[in-house]
């Protein structure tokens, strides 16, 4: 099913391109000085494709920066997320593969806006 839902966040954005039982598909955009919560999930893994600007992406504790067309893939249970220290957003394409795409599949460890 083809789905352009979109929501907002303290961060940024994400839109939702495909929603299939399979895989579900988003464009992510992370505004100057954002970041995502430290989270894992149970139920899916994720690949992370940068599309523009740089973004520092962190994996189990480790810290990598990323540019335009590096992809990163997350392993299901591995801790991750991504900040944007640059005057620019950082947009990328999540791949979510797994048995579950729910947002409540969120396991956050760290969170600067108190996300429920």
């Given at each position: 099913?083809?789905?352009?839902?979109?929501?907002?966040?303290?961060?940024?954005?994400?839109?939702?391109?495909?929603?299939?039982?399979?895989?579900?598909l988003k464009r992510i955009?992370?505004d100057p000085g954002g970041?995502?919560?430290?989270?894992?999930?149970?139920?899916?893994?994720?690949?992370?494709?940068?599309?523009?600007?740089?973004?520092?992406?962190?994996?189990?504790?480790?810290?990598?920066?990323?540019?335009?067309?590096?992809?990163?893939?997350?392993?299901?249970?591995?801790?991750?997320?991504?900040?944007?220290?640059?005057?620019?957003?950082?947009?990328?394409?999540?791949?979510?593969?797994?048995?579950?795409?729910?947002?409540?599949?969120?396991?956050?460890?760290?969170?600067?806006?108190?996300?429920?």
């Amino acid at each position: 099913m083809i789905s352009i839902e979109s929501e907002e966040r303290p961060w940024g954005r994400f839109f939702v391109l495909h929603d299939e039982p399979t895989y579900k598909l988003k464009r992510i955009e992370v505004d100057p000085g954002g970041r995502l919560s430290y989270q894992f999930h149970h139920k899916r893994s994720e690949a992370w494709t940068i599309l523009e600007g740089t973004g520092i992406i962190t994996l189990d504790g480790q810290d990598k920066s990323y540019t335009k067309v590096q992809t990163v893939l997350i392993p299901q249970g591995v801790k991750h997320r991504i900040e944007n220290k640059e005057e620019q957003k950082v947009v990328f394409i999540e791949v979510q593969t797994g048995s579950y795409f729910g947002e409540d599949d969120i396991v956050r460890i760290q969170d600067d806006y108190n996300s429920a």
